[in-house]
T-cell receptor, first 113, second 116 residues
Framework: RKEVEQDPGPFNVPEGATVAFNCTYS??????FFWYRQDCRKEPKLLMSVYSSGNEDGRFTAQLNRASQYISLLIRDSKLSDSATYLC??????????????FGKGTHLIIQP | DTGVSQDPRHKITKRGQNVTFRCDPI?????LYWYRQTLGQGPEFLTY????????KSRLLSDRFSAERPKGSFSTLEIQRTEQGDSAMYLC??????????????FGSGTRLTVV
């Protein structure tokens, strides 16, 4: 089983729609979770961290279910500029603290006018 | 510019040649990471430095790959005897440890390597 699994898509969604991405992770000891956004031929950029209580940032909502080892991202009122690849990311930990990130393959989102 | 910078942005090399990439992290960050990303994949962890010490290397980092961070500031990643399978985007990231300053990972723009 891969450490972080995502549906690669592509998701073709009309502008203004709501879209949800899911991700599962295999290491139950994982402690920090993130969603990154990556535009074509660019570096990944942090979209938001994911907290157990769920968190929201404008049109974006992230949820974490530790029991099911499942992370989600919801985008409401999608914009053309939301078109990108969304990477589910789990922090890797050693005894000294975080020592890097494990990425899913990414989910490709295309917002259509 | 206070971000992570990588040089060069693009590199085309012939198979069998050696290449070296450089990463300058955010100056306050003592942790530095190298990742490799191929088309359709997420970034894959290669190696990690805390200050000048290389603390972990992925099995993806074959004997042809070597990374250094001699003074705990910038880092270099060298690939010897390049192969076509080395063609990828090489990403550098830096971070501060949790609880020390603003915690988070910042990526550079990457070096895109094409081996022909």
């Amino acid at each position: 089983r891969k450490e972080v699994e995502q549906d690669p898509g592509p998701f073709n969604v009309p502008e203004g729609a709501t879209v949800a991405f899911n991700c599962t992770y295999s290491n139950s000891a994982s402690q920090s979770f993130f969603w990154y956004r990556q535009d074509c031929r660019k570096e990944p950029k942090l979209l938001m961290s994911v907290y157990s209580s769920g968190n929201e940032d404008g049109r974006f909502t992230a949820q974490l279910n530790r029991a099911s080892q499942y992370i989600s991202l919801l985008i409401r009122d999608s914009k053309l500029s939301d078109s990108a690849t969304y990477l589910c990311v789990v922090a890797r930990y050693s005894g000294g603290g975080a020592d890097g990130l494990t990425f899913g393959k990414g989910t490709h989102l295309i917002i259509q006018p | 510019d206070t971000g992570v910078s990588q040089d060069p942005r693009h590199k085309i090399t012939k198979r069998g040649q050696n290449v070296t990439f450089r990463c300058d992290p955010i100056s306050e960050h003592n942790r530095l990471y190298w990742y490799r990303q191929t088309l359709g994949q997420g970034p894959e962890f290669l190696t990690y430095f805390q200050n000048e010490a290389q603390l972990e290397k992925s099995r993806l980092l074959s004997d042809r790959f070597s990374a250094e961070r001699p003074k705990g500031s910038f880092s270099t990643l060298e690939i010897q005897r390049t192969e076509q399978g080395d063609s990828a985007m090489y990403l550098c990231a830096s971070s501060s440890p949790p609880g020390q300053g603003e915690y988070g990972y910042t990526f550079g723009s990457g070096t895109r390597l094409t081996v022909v």
